[in-house]
């Protein structure tokens, strides 16, 4: 039997008949029946307790803030999960922080990836990859949006901000004009699947093409090229708590004023100032397929022949 329902049977039917001859018809010990009714008793109280203190501190406290109240006010310890029980019952949970819930936006529009790791280009502007990555080494964190050509790994676009939102990706795009039939490489990241920038790429005659969820590995270039750029200049020179401005000088500079060579997959880093190559005002970015010392003698004279100039 259900002890509520047996106290509440005999407190209706004691007013004609004695608790002792209720509970011989119930076939249920008086022993039974007053412990059972001072255990509901008790958790009257403690409920009452809980209502109280819930109250008087306008519903901004947890079961275990409450519990700890309670447990001041009686000698034996009471459990917490008991004071759940209770507060869920009588709906008396913390009503000032409720629980967060993630809302997952759905992406308005995914696509395949149609490079496959092939970072593989005939001629300029036929395959571009783009990213977003973190500045953090001013006093607020900036973002850097840049487009590279696999063709040749020349930053054709990019943009600096505070703010890492649709504009951004956006007026990094509008930089440029791509040819239609471009294929430009992405993660999946909310900005590059909203329907802003599917919009905007239809309207430039891109076709996109996307890495798998969570794989960096998938758009190896850029996120390569944003490694490097950071490492090369804040972290290997310490770098790290400059002013916004500072920040913004130091990476446009780099990306104006640098060339990468590559020989035997060992990077070197040339820092020269060039006013124009090949008519690209930006970061140029000059792959040598060097096959021997005398290959490299003869590019690091024209180099510095360039460099002179």
Known sequence: MVPAVVIDLVDQLKVKYSIKLILEVLNIPKSTYYRWKNKTHK???VTQKVIELCKANHYTYGYRKITALINQCYTSPINHKRVQRMMQKHHLNCRVRPKKTTKIGKPYYKTDNLLQRQFKASCPMEVLTTDITYL??????????????????EIVAYKIDDKQDQRLVNDTLNQIDIPEGCI??????????????????????????????????DNAPIESFHSSLKSETFYINN????????????VENTLKTIIIIEFNKTRLLIPCKI??????????????????????????????FIITI
Do not use: W
């Not at 124009?276 to 096959?291: D, G, N, T, W, Y």
């Open 43 to 45: 958790n009257d109280t």
């Open 239 to 250: 770098q790290l708590n400059n002013s916004n401005h500072i920040v913004i000088d130091i």
């Open 136 to 153: 953090p080494f001013g006093h607020s964190m900036l973002y850097l949006s840049s487009i590279m050509d696999i063709y040749n790994g």
């Open 184 to 217: 430009l490489h992405s993660d999946q990241g909310s900005v590059y699947t909203s329907y802003a920038y599917y919009q905007l790429c239809e309207e430039k005659g891109i076709i996109r093409s996307m890495s798998r969820k969570g794989t960096p590995a």
């Open 275 to 304: 006013q124009r190559i090949s008519s690209l005002e930006h970061s140029v970015f000059i792959k040598f397929p060097f096959k021997g010392v005398s290959t490299l003698l003869i590019y690091v004279r024209l180099l510095l």
